[in-house]
């Protein structure tokens, strides 16, 4: 399979580059630029490499460099802003800072006649962000694109096929990105464009076949699309072979665990184990208002209960994971400071041995997942299924969780789930649901006094959950929701709307 590297030096779209990539049916990894030499970039047969931005001057002694020798190694590179000026620099050019010669946001760009812009009007708008910049190009290069402040927009060096662009192609508001990608991909590396999903889908079978023979599979089904895709996958490969364990720990939406045993026990040729233990959970739960708290909680006894389960029966043979590419990354720059504890990911204790671990969907991007999901046949609310939190609802009853307060929120957050859907306005949303904040409020009834549990709803549009803007929902759709909520859910007097963005607040409550 013909693969591109995109070499990362801490820029903020690397995965976006690799996906763009594969959006052209060529498969893309990211590397950090200190995991690999020249000599595996050769020995690995990789087509071409992309150099991605960056947030530092190459002239900083902190600043990512990479061995020079990767000019002259054959392999066609393709550097993006930072990976342009590193290029320039690396080539013996000049890359100068000046205040004035800075751009940001959307510029026009003037195209040379180039086979990077085969395609490309002379006059296009890019995405630029940036402060250093190449003044000349350097020995062996020239210009092939300029701007009204940057004389080097982009250069080439057509011998030894390396480019550089110092706007960024990967993102949508440079109008002709795709195609100079395209170009890039196709006319200078030669690449031929066979990652598709049905190939996919049809090598990951045989291989799973032949990996798993006749052994058993166990898989931990959270009724997320990961796990989900991965079950069907695997299903499609060994059939009963593959037993699901679904710890359905009663702080799931309404009706969700239902709707996941249904759709794997009816669609799928699989052994199907729910285990209901909202009790259990909520005995642990209980007293419990700390969110840290809640969580550790949360997943100490989600890992309990399905290793227990495992113990009891189907402790051999393969041990199967939903984990994708995203959740396997390295990334070129240190991590950020954490902010929640997420437990998604189940280590496996050691009194337990299986013969591997199978991760089908490890080289998957999300929305590659969910195209390998619609091909086997998954329901589409399944595999268009937003991100819930691992804990669940226990990170959206605010302070103690008890059955009864899971239940409030359950039937509030069904009420807006069911009015989103029905204005189509749910498909406009990245994330949308209700909280209990735990705060009671005084309202009337006909003409009685309450004192009941306040509703906060939250909904919010963002591109990766890194960062998230309050969703700008019509009035009339809210007010239906907060009628409703209120005349149908018992104890519910008063409906709030979170406009708080990511950040300074959070996507969850806790
Ligand atoms: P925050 O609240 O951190 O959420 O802005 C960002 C995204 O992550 C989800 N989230 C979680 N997912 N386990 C998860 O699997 C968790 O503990 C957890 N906490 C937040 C959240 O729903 C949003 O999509």
Partial sequence: MEKILVLDFGGQYNQLIARRVREQSIYAEIKPYNKI??????????????????????????????????????????????????????????????EDS???????????????????????????SHRDYIPHPPKGFTTIAVTDKCPVAAMCDES????????HP??????????????????????????RMDNFIDDTVRELREKIGDKGVVLGLSGGVDSSVAAALISKAVGRQLTCVFVDQGLMRKNEG??????????????????????????????????EDKRTVIGTEFYNVFWNKIRESYGSGFFAQGTIYPDRIESG??????????????????????????????????????????KLGLPHDLVWRQPFPGPGLGVRVIGEVTAERVRILQEADAILRDEMDKCGYAKEMS???????????????????????????????????????????????LGRVSNRIINEVDKVNRVVYDITSKPPGTVEWE
């Fill in 102 to 128: 800075s751009e940001y946001g959307k510029i026009d760009v003037y195209a040379q006649k180039n086979v990077l812009f085969t395609d490309v009007p002379s006059k296009s708008i890019c995405w630029m």
């Fill in 170 to 195: 990967e993102v949508t508001h440079t109008e002709y990105g795709k195609h100079i990608l395209h170009n890039f991909l196709y006319d200078v590396c030669g690449c031929a464009g066979d990652w």
């Fill in 333 to 374: 720059k240190g991590d950020a400071s954490k902010i929640k504890t997420h437990h998604n990911q189940v280590g496996v204790p050691k009194d337990i041995h299986f013969e591997d671990v199978i991760e089908p969907l490890k080289d998957l991007f999300k929305d590659e997942v969910r195209a390998v999901g619609e």
């Fill in 258 to 291: 239902d709707f996941v045993e249904e759709t794997f026990t009816k669609l799928f040729d699989m052994n199907f184990v729910r285990i209901n233990c909202q009790d259990e959970f909520l005995t642990k739960l209980k007293g419990l208002t700390d969110p």
């Fill in 160 to 167: 030894r096929k390396l480019y550089g662009v110092q706007f």
């Fill in 431 to 477: 994330q949308f649901f209700a909280v209990l904040p735990g705060v009671k409020t005084v309202g009337v009834m006909g003409d009685s006094r309450t004192y009941s549990e306040l509703v906060a709803i939250r909904a919010v549009t963002t591109d990766d959950f890194m960062t998230a803007d309050w969703a700008k929902i019509p009035y009339d759709i």
């Fill in 37 to 98: 030499t020249v000599d595996e970039i050769v020995a690995e047969g990789y087509k071409g490499v992309i150099f991605t931005g960056g947030p530092n001057s190459v002239y900083d002694p902190a600043s990512p460099h990479f061995d020079p020798a990767i000019l002259d190694a054959g392999v066609p590179v393709l550097g993006i802003c930072y990976g342009c000026q590193l290029m320039a620099y690396m080539a013996g050019g000049m890359v100068e800072s000046a």
